[in-house]
């Protein structure tokens, strides 16, 4: 059987179901994890917040707002290492 896009397949082919275990071993760990995945959202998004407001209401220039910014990301990062 030979498709649109140039791709031979056999004619009689089947797809298998493949069931993926659950990656967290307890509600517990499962519940952890999503903890860490919001603290690293709300960090994210407040290391993004920060510089905007340097640029818009103080009179810095834009390569101390970007380093600031990058201080920010290493910082909040940095218990993830």
């Known amino acids: 059987?030979?498709?649109n896009d140039?791709?031979?397949i056999e004619a009689n082919y089947t797809l298998n179901d493949f069931k993926v275990p659950s990656?967290?071993?307890s509600e517990a760990e499962l519940k952890a994890v999503e903890q860490i995945g919001e603290q690293a959202e709300a960090s994210m998004i407040f290391t993004l917040i920060v510089?905007?407001?340097f640029m818009l209401f103080m009179?810095?220039?834009m390569d101390r707002v970007?380093?600031?910014y990058n201080m920010l990301q290493v910082q909040s990062?940095?218990?993830n290492f």
């Open 1 to 3: 059987m030979r498709l």
């Open 6 to 8: 140039s791709v031979w």
């Open 23 to 25: 990656q967290a071993s």
């Open 51 to 53: 510089p905007f407001c």
């Open 59 to 61: 009179s810095c220039s």
């Open 66 to 68: 970007w380093g600031l």
């Open 77 to 79: 990062n940095i218990p």
